[in-house]
């Protein structure tokens, strides 16, 4: 990675970093966060990751709790007298702060802390590609893990054969809309769509306009388990070193192929990372 690209990146971000540390007992919303680094929210809690290694909740936790991190490394410790000496009235409420501000079990918080894709950073291949606007009719599920979304795109195409508009389809797309190692998960948001060149949908469906422009493209092969450590190597590793910016709208995947007629190692996923414009 370029440093001097990622040097430009974590001077923005250390005017968040003050911005966090000053405001501990009272932790600053996302579009604060953002705003102080001047990026869009879509995007912050993937970068700040990126840069630091761990989500926003950890940074938190760790510098409100660095006292009883230090006293869990002693051999025999406990979580009991850990919470008692750091004031937690119990132990319990101890717990709940911990995954309140993680998100995360204790091995989840320290597996989340190695965010590198499974497939070797050398065989990951971003291109920019220029694309054009696309109108995907999209169902949203909310709460539930970025996993096991065929009942989620079932309902969109069930609409759309019954409308007669499955015969159009162009593509089939999702957006994922939150960082899963940053938000819990009971509150990720999904949209699962289908191009289907129409314009409008009845509720609970919506017609999201993709927007056209510059994209970094990875075009990722295999199983779906793995495009979240993907997704977060094109915003993290490839975006932080490219001099480029992110534009204001949240990554999205294009699975060229039907999952329910593709064996798992041939399915083909495009993922792509809106641009700003460059400025001369």
Known sequence: MDEDMLDRWRRRFERTASLLSGRLDDPPSLAELASAAAVSPFHFHRIWRALTRET?????????????????????????ETATAIGFGTPQSFARAFR?????????????????AKKDAADMKVAVDQRGEIMVVVLRREGKSYTDL??????????????????????????????PASVPVDQLRYDAGLALG???????????????GEFACLRYFGSYEGLESATQ???????????????DFPVFHDFINDPDQTPVDELITDILLPLKERTS
């Not at 309140?100 to 802390?113: A, N, Q, V, Y």
């Not at 508009?165 to 994922?176: A, D, E, N, V």
């Open 150 to 179: 065929n009942a989620t795109f079932g309902q969109v195409w069930s609409w759309a054969e019954a409308t007669d508009t499955l015969q159009h389809l162009q593509g089939i797309y999702g957006i994922p809309l939150d960082d």
């Open 233 to 247: 190597y094109v915003v993290g590793e490839w975006l932080l070193s490219s001099g480029r910016e992110p534009a």
């Open 56 to 80: 926003v909740g950890q940074t938190i936790l760790r510098l409100r709790m660095e006292a009883s991190q230090e006293l869990l490394r002693v051999e025999g410790a406990s979580v009991t």
């Open 100 to 116: 309140r501000h993680t998100g995360l079990t204790p091995s989840e918080h320290r597996d989340s802390r190695s965010f590198v």
């Open 198 to 212: 129409v314009t409008n949908a009845p509720e609970p469906f919506r017609v999201l306009r993709l927007p056209a």
